[in-house]
């Protein structure tokens, strides 16, 4: 997909890597939908956006990643401002506090448990928002997700486990869905980053990395690779994985080494997508 011209809506856009990113895409000619839960960054990002550039390349959207209504609204406010949305990057993320005893877990908002709720669940409301947004606007051509998971969304964690299924969760949804991308005209991605320069490291896990010399990688390999996923349009249940050694690509998306299994469970797969998608086409009169 080519970026000059294209509308993007990026999550968690207002620090770190969403800004960096969002920066990126309107410095290559494309539009931006900044959706983040802090007001004062976020705004302030896309003023000063569109006043580099000169014109309206950057709204922002105060949401919640975690409430459908207020994430299906910042959709409604990119198709608003720019007339179309080309890609969709789920990549607001929260770190878990690791501790491993349950001091705030029955503090509904402040829970361990919004680690799941932001890191995956929320990319899973997003994705399908973007689904549905692509389905009704086939004029657009195909749409690409792209989602922010971790180095610990293919490796487990002792430090952070909700963290860690959240994140593998991420690249199970990311591999499911690009297996429909022919009926649903989307492409799915996945990042896998290692600890990247960024304020999500601030506090003790700073610390604790630099206690123990292990290496904190800038931004700069990680916005290239988003780069990458929204170009390359071979990329589809890719996990682009960008550690201190460089950025891979895993293509396959198989979990087991059995050949027999993966053959069975692809060819059951593709035969019950194609079956449930007539249906649902009949449904909808799609
Ligand atoms: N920094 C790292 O080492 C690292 C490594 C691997 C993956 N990641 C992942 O990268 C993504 C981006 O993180 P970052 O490092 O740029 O961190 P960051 O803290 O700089 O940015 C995260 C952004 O998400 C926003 N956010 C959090 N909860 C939200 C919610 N409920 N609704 C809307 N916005 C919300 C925050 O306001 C913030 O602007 C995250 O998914 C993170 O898990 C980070």
Redesign the pocket.
């Known amino acids: 997909m080519k970026i000059e011209g294209s509308v993007a809506i990026i999550?968690?856009?207002?620090?770190?890597?969403?800004?960096t990113l969002a920066e990126k895409l309107v410095s290559l000619g494309g539009k931006v939908l900044i959706?983040?839960?802090?007001v004062s960054?976020?705004s302030a990002l896309a003023e000063a956006l569109n006043k580099e550039i000169g014109s309206n390349v950057a709204v922002f959207h105060e949401?919640?990643?975690?409430k459908w209504k207020t994430l299906e609204a910042a959709f409604e406010k990119a198709k608003d401002a720019f007339g179309k949305i080309n890609i969709v990057v789920n990549?607001?993320?929260?770190?878990e506090s690791s501790s491993w005893f349950n001091d705030n877990d029955a503090g509904e908002e402040s829970c361990e448990y919004?680690t799941l709720?932001?890191?995956l669940v929320?990319v899973a409301k997003g994705t399908r928002l973007a689904l549905k947004y692509f389905a009704q606007n086939p004029q657009v051509g195909e749409g690409v997700v792209i989602s922010?998971?971790?180095?610990?969304g293919l490796y487990n964690s002792g430090i952070v486990p909700l963290?860690a299924a959240a994140?593998a969760g991420v690249v199970s949804l990311v591999r499911s869905h690009s297996l429909a991308r022919k009926e649903t005209n989307t492409r799915h991605v996945a990042?896998?980053?290692?600890?990247?320069?960024?304020?999500?490291?601030e506090g003790t896990f700073r610390e604790a990395l630099t206690a123990s010399s292990i290496p904190?990688i800038p931004q700069e390999p990680v916005i290239d690779a988003f780069i990458q996923a929204i170009e390359d349009d071979t990329l589809n249940g890719a996990v682009l994985t960008v550690f201190p050694g460089g950025t891979e690509i895993i293509r396959e998306n198989i979990y087991s080494g059995n050949a027999d299994q993966l053959k069975m469970v692809r060819a059951m797969e593709t035969s019950i997508i194609e079956h449930q998608y007539a249906l649902a086409k009949e449904a909808r009169k799609l």
């Open positions: 999550t968690g856009a207002a620090s770190g890597m969403g800004k959706a983040d839960r802090d960054q976020g949401t919640d990643v975690t990549n607001a993320g929260i770190t919004m709720n932001i890191n929320a922010t998971s971790s180095l610990y963290y994140k990042l896998c980053p290692w600890f990247i320069d960024t304020p999500l490291l904190v």
